[in-house]
């Protein structure tokens, strides 16, 4: 009888919504999708996912040539599309768009990086109608690196 030691798997992070399920939602494409995928949702509340971020990225050509950093608007940008997603699947609606509208208290704690995976964690803070507001925080490797507060609407096409 042999003894083996079998390694365990770290927990994969399982996708509520891959990449094609969010561009049925969204409708942004390359080079503007900058969600990879929607790990957790429950509707009218709160919404996270998931941006891997990698050196092939468009913008690190200029941002910066020999230290590549991911731009905070970029960021901020990413958030807010998991924010859509968030607010669109919260509505359940059809033919309708999601509009980025405003963004309030806006800090960036520390660089992204190629490497870096991006979780995003947006929560329902207010909802009047089509208005939604979100907090939104990123995080990598469990570190806060930037947060917002946001604003969407839900229009028609």
């Known amino acids: ?3 083996t030691l079998q390694a365990e798997a770290p927990p994969s992070k399982t996708a509520l919504l891959d990449t094609n399920e969010i561009m ?4 942004h494409r390359y080079p503007f999708l900058l969600i990879d995928r929607i790990l957790e949702l429950e509707p009218g509340k709160f919404a996270k996912g998931l941006k891997n971020v990698t050196i092939n990225e468009p913008f690190f050509n200029g941002h910066f040539p020999g230290h590549p950093i ?3 608007v970029l960021i901020i940008e990413a958030m807010a ?5 968030l607010a669109f ?3 359940d609606v059809k033919n309708k768009v999601v509009y980025f509208m405003g963004i309030d208290k806006a800090r960036f704690r520390k ?6 995976s991006l979780e995003f964690s947006l929560t329902v803070t207010k909802c009047r109608g089509v208005i939604w507001v ?3 925080e990123a995080y990598v490797e469990g570190n806060l690196v930037a947060e917002a507060e946001l604003m969407a ?4 096409r």
């Open 153 to 156: 609407t839900i229009m028609e």
């Open 81 to 85: 599309q998991v924010g859509g997603v």
């Open 89 to 91: 699947k919260s509505a």
């Open 24 to 27: 049925s939602i969204l409708p």
């Open 1 to 3: 009888m042999t003894d």
């Open 70 to 72: 991911m731009p905070g």
């Open 134 to 136: 979100f907090k939104g």
């Open 111 to 116: 660089p992204v990086l190629p490497g870096d």
